[in-house]
């Protein structure tokens, strides 16, 4: 268990929807990150948050927009689905800033849009 | 931009074979670098990583030596056993700006009893 909870585990829904992906970073980590896993693209970088602030952004489409919340958690929201945006999200989650940093992944939420 | 290049799989061994998966990267300066594992139905795990050149990453048999060089981070294991059966990532991590992970495309690697 890496410490790092991700709700929902699945979640399957109509194009055209929005919905709401959350994560609970391990205790004491300040900075989350969100990738995207799927078959065509592999593992893509979306965006970071660090201490409540946007710190880096990555692929991320102007569909999709994520927030850091005071308690640390956050969450990312997904708009417009697409059959594209089907994929695994994983949250991680580490201690601080630095490159040697290292992170620790939730079990990821399944996105499958029908 | 920063690129992680790993060995296409799948890759497939039998138990107590010698593992090797090769990976190169593309960054300025001295990235760090690691290697994740995803078992089935899970989520990425840290299975080693380096932080600069020469330094070796090492755990659970598994070893990767940071060549700057050659710009490599090959994973090894010399005696693999079925429950190694899993994908594996190479990433690194800028010296420069924030600490995101750019990932290689992952090796699935299966191993036989």
């Known amino acids: 268990d890496s410490g790092v909870t991700q709700t929902p585990k699945h979640l399957i829904t109509a194009t055209g929807q929005r919905v709401t992906l959350r994560c609970s970073p391990r205790?004491?980590?300040?900075?989350v990150y969100w990738y995207q896993q799927s078959l065509d693209q592999g593992l893509q970088f979306l965006i970071q948050?660090?201490?409540?602030?946007?710190?880096a952004k990555g692929n991320i489409l102007e569909r999709f927009s994520a927030q850091q919340f005071p308690d640390l958690h956050s969450e990312l929201n997904l708009s417009s689905l697409e059959l594209g945006d089907s994929a695994l999200y994983f949250c991680?989650?580490?201690?601080?800033?630095?490159?040697?940093?290292?992170?620790?992944f939730g079990q990821g939420t399944r996105l499958t849009v029908v | 931009g920063n690129s992680v290049t790993q060995m296409e799989g799948p890759v497939t061994l039998s138990e107590e074979a010698f593992l090797t998966i090769n990976c190169t990267y593309t960054?300025?300066?001295?990235?760090?670098l690691f290697w994740y594992v995803q078992y089935p139905g899970e989520g990425l795990q840290l299975l080693l990583k380096?932080?600069?050149?020469?330094d070796k990453g090492s755990n659970k048999g598994f070893e990767a030596t940071y060549r700057k060089e050659t710009t490599s981070f090959h994973l090894e294991k010399g005696s693999v056993q079925v429950s190694d059966s899993a994908v594996y990532f190479c990433?690194?991590?800028?010296?420069?700006?924030?600490?995101?992970?750019?990932f290689g495309t992952g090796t699935r690697l299966t191993i036989i009893p």
């Open positions: 960054a300025t300066g001295y990235p760090s």
């Open positions: 948050y660090y201490n409540g602030e946007e710190r």
């Open positions: 990433a690194l991590t800028s010296q420069f700006g924030n600490e995101k992970l750019t």
């Open positions: 991680a989650s580490s201690r601080g800033v630095g490159g040697n940093t290292e992170a620790f």
């Open positions: 205790s004491g980590d300040l900075s």
């Open positions: 380096a932080t600069k050149a020469d």
